[in-house]
């Protein structure tokens, strides 16, 4: 069998993209699956060719709603029949689905509707062609987004006795092993990609003056797709009364809205209706939009599989994309207060060790790209990927001894009994009624840094802890506290210097995709793309992608021998749109006296 032509002949494509030849072979073989590709790698694919190719019902089971409905939108977009079942369809939709379960090449359908004797029953009775479990990460309880109705998924490989594929962007060893076990896979095809995204440039800076950081960043990134997140609906919602009152239209998201608030924004978000979105964790698995052009973390994320999956979302179309996580020490404080909750005992251990890497992350002066692969196990081919601040901006390295030896000198004379503010406090001269009363004012080190601001003071403190000079004690209370080499520091034996960046534009990553493109016909092209997704009630992207566009906008394809070279274009898409678009093009370069055009691209996937 050639692939490449039944590539070509359902999606459009010449060519694969990596890996996927190889994870697709392995499942018409009948092998068990699983394959960790970063978010963007083109995941859906792996099952949604061998689906048309093998005879039967592929059964996807996918954890949220909107993914269904987006995925169906896009595939029938390309021909293929598809549906959902789940919560949101009315019971005689429900019905007419199960009675025609067999005229649909896929299936998607929530892990929960798997309680049902009923629904495994009616399976049972179809030919049934693969088994895909999607964002598999969700079956284990060390992954980042446990969800226990994945945990009952083990008796699927025993009932159907057909290939099972599973699809995760983010697995630690000890979350491979878990989802092999739990889903009972025999001998399986184990693939994994790199986990790098060479097209996002990953910036992470001390959260100072939030809302100054934030509104310096999102001016660079106007009329841009993108994602603000928050670690609580109290941050959400002071995030987005911020933007409001700057003028912007965000979309809030988090676990305390309705059902019917959070559908709403979200679909406002995937059809291009707002621009922007503030939310919690809740929001984004899954969320198929491949033109979120930023991500922004306003807090910290709980671990590096959190942070790694939520920039995932950004530049899933191969084009550059920006990320921008400001921290504190306060987050990690935070976390720890939420792990006293928690009374597994092995888990809190582990949750524990996972916020410490994330923490030791952000505060790395290292290589951000480099720093997570190894995170992931991974080996990179260079020490810097001059996408990251740490290999962006330019360094200065300031003296830190005496700078040390003060804070560490007042952290000592207040016997180790108070955290960061209150240490900064002191070392600055504040009048505080608790600062007076407990007479911390008559202390050598009171006042001993008045020339520094608070968040210059933050940023040392924050610098000593990360090079182990000072910790934070647990317990209820954070507390700064001593190291066994803070001694040595007051006494001059050892070396300290403070990182000092200075802040250059980002490049555009060698190995991101960019197009140089005509703006003004690329804004024709995206009003007749958003009038035709209107129309039709789709998201703008299932209509064509951003890189689609971009390529028409720089290439002027005018017949159809062109048009179908476009990434992104097949022949139900040329049937579908083509003429209207060319019919745009053609106009505009007889406007705007355009003769003489680029070569076409090369066919590939996207």
């Not at 595939?75 to 959902?84: D, E, F, P």
């Not at 990251?388 to 009994?417: H, M, P, T, Y």
Request: charged share 25%.
């Amino acid at each position: 069998m050639n692939l490449e032509e039944s590539l070509k002949q359902y999606f459009g494509y010449n060519t694969f993209r990596a890996n996927q030849k190889e994870i697709v072979t392995a499942v018409l073989e009948n092998h068990d699956v699983l394959a960790i590709l970063p978010t963007g790698a083109g995941k859906s694919l792996c099952y949604q060719l061998p689906a048309m190719i093998l005879p039967g019902t592929a059964i996807v089971v996918s954890p949220l709603i909107s993914l269904m409905q987006d995925q169906v939108d896009s595939l029938s977009k390309n021909g293929i029949a598809a549906a959902y079942i789940n919560s949101s369809l009315h019971f005689h939709d429900l019905q007419d689905i199960l009675h025609s379960l067999s005229q649909y090449k896929i299936l998607f359908v929530a892990p929960e509707r798997f309680t049902d004797k009923n629904f495994t029953s009616k399976l049972k009775q179809m030919p049934i062609s693969m088994i895909v479990i999607d964002e598999a990460h969700c079956i284990s309880q060390w992954g980042h987004s446990f969800r226990p109705e994945y945990r009952q998924l083990t008796f699927l490989k025993e009932t159907f006795q057909k290939p099972i594929l599973a699809l995760t962007a983010t697995a630690t060893p000890e979350v491979e092993k878990d989802i092999l076990h739990q889903l009972a896979m025999k001998q399986p095809f184990i693939l994994k990609a790199s986990f790098d995204r060479p097209n996002l440039t990953i910036r992470v800076n001390q959260r100072s003056q939030q809302e100054k950081q934030l509104k310096e960043f999102l001016n660079l990134h106007q009329n841009q797709s993108g994602i603000i997140y928050c670690s609580t609906r109290k941050n959400v919602e002071s995030i987005y009364s911020q933007l409001q009152a700057a003028g912007l239209k965000p979309g809030k998201y988090h676990a305390g809205l309705s059902d019917q608030e959070r559908t709403t924004t979200q679909k406002a978000f995937i059809h291009d209706e707002i621009q922007l979105i503030v939310a919690t964790v809740a929001f984004g698995m899954g969320i198929h939009k491949p033109d979120v052009r930023f991500i922004v973390h306003v807090d910290m994320p709980r671990t590096i599989e959190q942070y790694y999956q939520e920039i995932g979302r950004a530049g899933r179309d191969g084009l550059v994309a920006e990320c921008l996580m400001l921290y504190s020490t306060k987050d990690l404080m935070v976390y720890k207060s939420f792990l006293e909750k928690d009374t597994d005992e092995t888990l809190r251990k582990s949750l524990s060790q996972k916020t410490e890497m994330m923490y030791r992350l952000c505060t790395s002066g290292k290589c951000r790209r480099l720093e997570l692969l190894r995170y992931f196990g991974e080996k990179a081919s260079s020490n810097e990927c001059q996408a990251c601040d740490n290999c962006l901006d330019d360094v200065n390295f300031v003296e830190g001894v005496v700078i040390a030896q003060k804070i560490l000198s007042c952290v000592f004379r207040l016997n180790q009994r108070f955290g960061i503010r209150y240490v900064i406090d002191v070392l600055r001269g504040s009048k505080s009624q608790q600062i007076i009363e407990r007479q911390h004012d008559t202390l050598s080190t009171y006042n001993l840094m008045p020339e520094c601001s608070e968040q210059e003071l933050r940023y040392y403190i924050e610098n000593l802890i990360e090079q182990n000079h000072l910790r934070i004690s647990d317990g209820e209370y954070p507390l700064l506290q001593w190291t066994e080499s803070s001694k040595d520091v007051v006494k001059g034996t050892i070396p300290i210097k403070f990182r000092k960046k200075i802040f250059r534009e980002s490049k555009k990553p060698v190995q991101g995709i960019t197009v140089d493109y005509d703006a003004n016909l690329f804004g024709k092209l995206r009003e007749l793309r958003t009038e035709i997704a209107q129309r039709e009630k789709v998201p703008p992207y299932v209509v064509f992608s951003d890189r689609s566009l971009t390529e028409m906008a720089a290439h002027y394809p005018q017949n159809q021998s062109e048009f179908v070279m476009i990434n992104g274009v097949g022949p139900i898409k040329w049937h579908k749109y083509g003429r209207v678009f060319i019919e745009i093009i053609i106009k505009y370069c007889e406007d705007n006296a355009i003769f003489k055009r680029p070569a076409q691209p090369s066919k590939s996937t996207i």
